[in-house]
């Protein structure tokens, strides 16, 4: 069964990187049938889509974001991670690691739905 | 990017009635590419619905969705005590994917 686990510091302070990790167990991230991605929900709901990663480091970003983002993969864990650059408290968030369902990705853009998902890591940013 | 307004934010009902659950896209996208979620209380989404319509694996047959255009609907024939939480939207059709606020149906 496909399990997606985030880790990382709750804790970030102001302008520093927020890094966290998904570990995936139950697939290989590197099989090729997949793509995998980062969301993060703000206090209050909302839902916004991070970036997105293919098994090749291609990787795709939400433009809003696309400056401070960094996603990138290590096959050898079967682990993907997010860094987003000068945090401020406006990323403070629960951060949620997901599989690719559906949809589509070229060369250009990434436009999937999203399942499973992991359980989601609580990140806040605050001195 | 395309802005969904889910409505209503609270939909008051009792269990075994019908719930009609809207999402209206901004502007149109050239796909069926929307896809709705459950979110219970301190657990992440669960993917109910892809491409409008298609149910995801395990879903039960009371959840189908519905739609086109900038319009959509999550219709659950026949409210369950469980299915008293969250649900999302979400527009794959148009970059940057993006979700609605929510829909929170509670026990009337």
């Known amino acids: 069964q496909l399990q997606l686990q985030e880790a990382g510091p709750g804790l970030v302070k102001p302008s520093e990187t927020l890094s966290l990790i998904c570990t995936v167990s139950g697939a290989s991230i590197t099989s090729g049938s997949h793509y995998w991605g980062w969301i993060r929900q703000h206090p209050g709901r909302g839902l916004e889509w991070i970036g997105t990663v293919y098994y090749t480091g291609k990787n795709y970003y939400n433009p809003s974001l696309e400056s401070r983002v960094t996603i990138s993969l290590d096959t050898s864990k079967n682990q993907f991670s997010l860094e987003l650059s000068s945090v401020t408290a406006a990323d403070t968030a629960v951060y949620y690691c997901a599989r690719t369902h559906g949809g589509y990705c070229d060369s250009s853009n990434c436009l999937t739905a999203f399942d499973p998902w992991g359980q989601g890591t609580l990140v806040t940013v605050s001195s | ?108």
């Open chain 2, 1 to 108: 990017e395309v802005v969904l307004t889910q409505s209503p934010g609270t939909l008051s009902l009792s269990p075994g009635e019908k719930a009609t659950l809207s999402c209206r896209a901004s502007q149109g996208f050239s796909s069926r590419y929307i896809a709705w979620y459950q979110q219970k209380p301190g657990q992440a989404p669960r993917l109910l619905i892809y491409e409008t319509s298609s149910r995801a694996t395990g879903v039960p047959d009371r959840f189908s969705g519905s739609g086109s255009g900038t319009d959509f609907t999550l219709t659950i024939s026949r409210l369950e005590p469980e299915d008293f939480v969250l649900y999302y939207c979400q527009q794959y059709g148009s970059s940057p994917g993006t979700f609605g606020q929510g829909t929170k149906v509670e026990v009337k």
